[in-house]
């Protein structure tokens, strides 16, 4: 690990198989692209990885579509947050994903969750986000990266999976780990997030 780099904690997820034809990362559906995000993370630039198992969650909101498969990726990376975002985004990009709906269905999501202790854009900006009010969640989003995510507390399908490979990260504004959030949501959210099972795949 250079002296430069931090560790970031990356979320996945897809519900999508990849298009026919596309140039993306996986034609076998949601399962195996999760589980090939390591290989295009490593091209990107992102070293010392650690990855979750896949774990299967229901859409969000209910209904929405097919169920996810869920990941979580410990990273370092040298660069600056945006310019983590802009590699995440083009993995996005090789996987046909399309921005057409918020929380809608997608071939990948690759959400940059955190970057050690950094606060993004400021402490005041973070705090609007996470005290959003929840009607406004879904329909407001912004324009620039928010880190630590505003949502993170609240996402079982987040937690869980980074559970896995960062459970000592603190939250630089919560001030609690990510083990001690996840143990902090309702058991009944818990138990949604559930390993893969490669019979269903």
Known sequence: MSPSAKRVIIA???NLPVKPGETGLCSTGPYGTISRVIEQLQSA?????RASPV??????????GPDYA???FSAC???????????????????????????????????????EDTVLPDRAGFAHWLHLAPEDQSRLSPDQLILPH????DRAFVLVPAADVAP?????VLGRTIRELCDALPPKDRAEVRLWDHSET
């Open 45 to 49: 630039g992102f070293s010392g990885l």
């Open 77 to 115: 990376w040298s660069g600056t947050a945006a310019e983590a975002l802009a590699a995440l985004h083009a993995i996005e990009a090789e996987a046909g994903r399309e921005r057409l709906t918020r929380w809608g269905a997608r071939t990948l999501d690759l959400d940059l969750i955190a970057m």
């Open 70 to 72: 869920n990941a979580a």
């Open 55 to 64: 774990y299967r969650t229901q859409a969000f909101p209910a209904g929405s």
């Open 150 to 153: 505003p949502r993170l507390q």
């Open 168 to 172: 000592d990260w603190r939250h630089p």
């Open 12 to 14: 996945a997820g897809a």
